[in-house]
């Protein structure tokens, strides 16, 4: 990107120049990105997006970079990373609900759920994204997903100012979601009171098949296929024997054949060029095509999946 940022922003905001994004995401790699900015507020958030919005410079939002693989070259958009706006608040202000800042990880949805003695949040256990990504991609696993618990998303619009949408489970699929590519600056979930010993128990559950089921200790991006209607990725994966391959520092997991996870050294092209020989062999094997579940940002990852905006 040949333009500069705004004034406003290089002197008011925390931002990164040249910023490699691997270290930014759970992957590990990917090039740099123009520019990283790292609002510290909700207000400087919005101060961020309102800026780019006059400028018309294109930028992307980054949670925790858990369902991104960036490419070899990086970025040339300007990155939003809302690591910092990490804040879970219990007012009371909305009963038996919590207002979540974008960047709060789903790990601390989780632990305050349980501290106020509420549930629901449970079912987000083990998932390490922030609570903007998950609204994004309505994440979640067989036990349920965030749009089913959401009540109110707040975006950022083009031009700076917020705007609460009220939203219900029926607006949400399967990873499908209306705030897809737009800025989520918090979120309220609703869950339900109950007693503490039964929602940890609910915890541990899940948790213990995750960690029975998923290559936790190794570096991925969790599941890299949607599941299509012929069953689940994973399945279908192992069926074409394909458990083990490996190309570079790129293998797919022996425990999860629809996690694929890297080693010090790998590189996006690795990822990609795994991707594309497991999709070769589902697509001989069962004559089903694998579309990605994990999102592509920059030059070169299209050829492998849909490339984000
Ligand atoms: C070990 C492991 C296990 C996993 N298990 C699961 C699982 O069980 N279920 C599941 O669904 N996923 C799972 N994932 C994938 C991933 O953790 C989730 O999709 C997660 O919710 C993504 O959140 P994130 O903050 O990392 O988003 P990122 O990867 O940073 O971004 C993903 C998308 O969300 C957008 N986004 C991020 N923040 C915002 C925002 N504030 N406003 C608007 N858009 C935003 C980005 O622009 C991008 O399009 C797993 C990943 C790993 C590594």
Not at 76 to 86: E, G, N, Q
Request: hydrophobic share 40%; net charge neutral; glycine share 12%.
């Amino acid at each position: 990107m040949s333009r500069d940022l705004p004034a406003a922003l290089r002197e008011r905001l925390l931002v990164h120049e040249q910023e490699p994004l691997g270290p930014r995401t759970t992957l590990g790699v990917g090039g740099p990105a123009a520019w990283v900015i790292e609002p510290r507020s909700r207000q400087e958030l919005l101060l961020a997006v309102g800026e780019l919005g006059r400028a018309g410079m294109p930028f992307r939002v980054l949670g925790h970079g858990s369902n991104l693989l960036v490419s070899d070259a990086g970025v040339s958009d300007v990155v939003i990373h809302t690591r910092a706006l990490r804040h879970v608040y219990h007012h009371g202000e909305v009963e038996h609900a919590l207002r979540c800042e974008a960047g709060a990880p789903l790990s601390r949805l989780v632990s305050v759920a349980l501290e106020v003695g509420l549930t629901g949040a449970e079912v987000l256990i083990g998932i390490p994204g922030t609570v903007g990504g998950a609204v994004a991609g309505n994440s979640g696993g067989r036990e349920g997903a965030i749009g089913d618990l959401l009540s109110e998303v707040t975006l950022v619009e083009s031009d700076g100012t917020a705007r609460a949408v009220p939203c219900s489970p029926a607006d949400f699929g399967y990873r499908r979601s209306p705030f897809k590519g737009r800025v989520v600056v918090d979120a309220v979930v609703q869950l339900a009171p109950a007693p503490k010993p039964r929602i940890q128990a609910r915890m541990r559950e899940i948790l213990q098949r995750k960690s029975a089921t998923q290559p936790l200790s190794w570096p991925s991006a969790g599941c890299m296929f949607r599941n299509p209607a012929a069953g689940p990725s994973g399945r279908l994966i192992e069926q074409a024997g394909c458990k083990g391959l490996a190309v570079g520092g790129a293998r797919v997991s022996e425990r999860h054949a629809n996690f694929v996870v890297t080693s010090p050294g790998v590189l996006a092209s690795d990822v990609l060029a795994l991707v594309e020989k497991v999709r070769a062999a589902v697509r001989s094997h069962a004559g089903v095509e694998l579309d990605l579940e994990v999102e592509c940002w920059g030059q070169g990852s299209a050829a492998a999946g849909a490339e984000a905006s």
